[in-house]
C-alpha cells in the first residue's frame, strides 16, 4: 500500500524560511521523478518543484531561486526548502509522483499546511 507522509509545516512570517519533508513507502522511490505541489484556498493545485530519479530539478518560475528540491533515496524521502517565504506561498503542500509518471499520481497524503503571515 502505497503511503506519503508530508510533515514540517507551519506559521512562518514573511521572509522566514521551513523544511517540508515527505516519506513514501509502498513504492520503489528511486527510480519515481518527486514533485511538491500545493493548493491554496479556492484554488487549484499546482506543481511547485520535481526532482528526477538522477537529481535533475524543475521549478515554478513563482518559486525559482527561493525553493529547493531534494531527495534522499535511502530513506525514501523528499525534501523542499523553502526560504524568503511569501503570503502567497500560504497553501496545504503536498508530494506525489511527477506529472506523467507510469502509473500516473499514487494516493494523496494529507498534506502539510504552511501559513506565512506577519
Known amino acids: 500500500q502505497v503511503q506519503l507522509v508530508e510533515s514540517g509545516g507551519g506559521l512562518v512570517q514573511p521572509g522566514g524560511s521551513l523544511r517540508l519533508s515527505c516519506a513514501a513507502s509502498?513504492?520503489?522511490?528511486?527510480?519515481?521523478?518527486m514533485g511538491w505541489y500545493r493548493q491554496a484556498p479556492g484554488k487549484q493545485r499546482e506543481l511547485v518543484a520535481v526532482?528526477?530519479?538522477?537529481?535533475?530539478?524543475n521549478y515554478a518560475d513563482s518559486v525559482k531561486g527561493r525553493f529547493t528540491i531534494s531527495r534522499d533515496n535511502a530513506k525514501n524521502t523528499v525534501y523542499l526548502q523553502m526560504n524568503s517565504l511569501k503570503p502567497e506561498d500560504t497553501a496545504v503542500y503536498y508530494c506525489?509522483?511527477?506529472?506523467?509518471?507510469?502509473?500516473?499520481?499514487?494516493?494523496w497524503g494529507q498534506g502539510t499546511q504552511v501559513t506565512v503571515s506577519s
Open positions: 506525489n509522483v511527477a506529472p506523467g509518471s507510469t502509473g500516473g499520481y499514487v494516493s
Open positions: 509502498g513504492i520503489i522511490f528511486r527510480i519515481y521523478a
Open positions: 526532482i528526477f530519479s538522477g537529481g535533475v530539478t
